[in-house]
């Protein structure tokens, strides 16, 4: 069982590149999320989607953007990078519908904007 | 969102019990809590929840106090595996049930 699974695992772009963080769960969660974490901080929450083509803004959602066409993927995409963008970013999944559960993480995706 | 306050670190031998504090001072009548661990950096991971009554699993133990304003999580046995950051959690009411992180208590467990 993969869990949720995260690509590229490191990458480093130039400013104003652009580029799709991959997130793909085998779980059949309908909530997934991407989270960013810079050095020494807490997760915060980008973007999050409750369902196939349903997705919402996060606490820190500018310079993002997000799609949710299946259960299973939940891309997350930078257009124009900046150095501000990074960080380390993680996806998670939840099962729908019941508040109670846990949320499963990936490996993280580890990006260097110069 | 009810907020939480935990120490930055925390240091434990190992084979002792690990107790980590939080506080919730402003949590509601319908918010869990949860906790969650984060070893070098990667993906968080889940450890327990819990409404008001002390929960237990194989990972921990969670106490509740009786007004709901704190907790502590308590690994009863800690070993070298155990050093990470550890995250207290209230789940918010909204934003798709997400999860609210602040910066956790980094616990050390030393030989």
């Known amino acids: 069982n993969a869990g949720v699974t995260q690509t590229p695992k490191f990458r480093i772009l130039k400013i104003g590149q652009s580029m799709t963080l991959q997130c793909t769960q085998d779980?059949?969660?309908?909530?997934m999320y991407w989270y960013r974490q810079d050095p020494g901080m807490g997760l915060k929450l980008i973007y999050y989607s409750v369902g196939a083509g349903i997705t919402d803004k996060g606490e820190v959602p500018n310079g993002y953007n997000v799609s949710r066409s299946t259960t299973e993927d939940f891309p997350l995409r930078l257009e124009l990078a900046a150095p501000s963008q990074t960080s380390v970013y993680f996806c998670?999944?939840?099962?729908?519908?019941?508040?109670?559960?846990?949320?499963?993480f990936g490996q993280g995706t580890r990006l260097t904007v110069v | 969102d009810a907020k939480t306050t935990q120490p930055p670190s925390m240091d434990c031998a190992e084979g002792r019990a690990a107790n980590l504090p939080c506080n919730h001072s402003?949590?509601?009548?319908?918010?869990?809590v949860y906790w969650y661990r984060q070893i070098h950096s990667q993906g968080p991971q889940y450890i327990i929840h819990?409404?008001?009554n002390n929960e237990t699993n194989e990972m921990a133990s969670l106490i509740i106090t009786e007004d709901r304003k704190s907790s502590t999580l308590i690994l009863p046995h800690a070993t070298l595996r155990d050093t990470a950051v550890y995250y207290c959690?209230?789940?918010?009411?909204?934003?798709?049930?997400?999860?609210?992180f602040g910066k956790g208590t980094s616990l050390l467990v030393t030989p």
């Open positions: 779980m059949n969660h309908n909530y």
């Open positions: 998670a999944s939840s099962t729908a519908g019941r508040r109670n559960t846990e949320a499963f």
């Open positions: 959690i209230v789940r918010p009411t909204n934003s798709g049930y997400a999860l609210n």
């Open positions: 402003t949590i509601s009548g319908n918010e869990y």
């Open positions: 819990g409404l008001k």
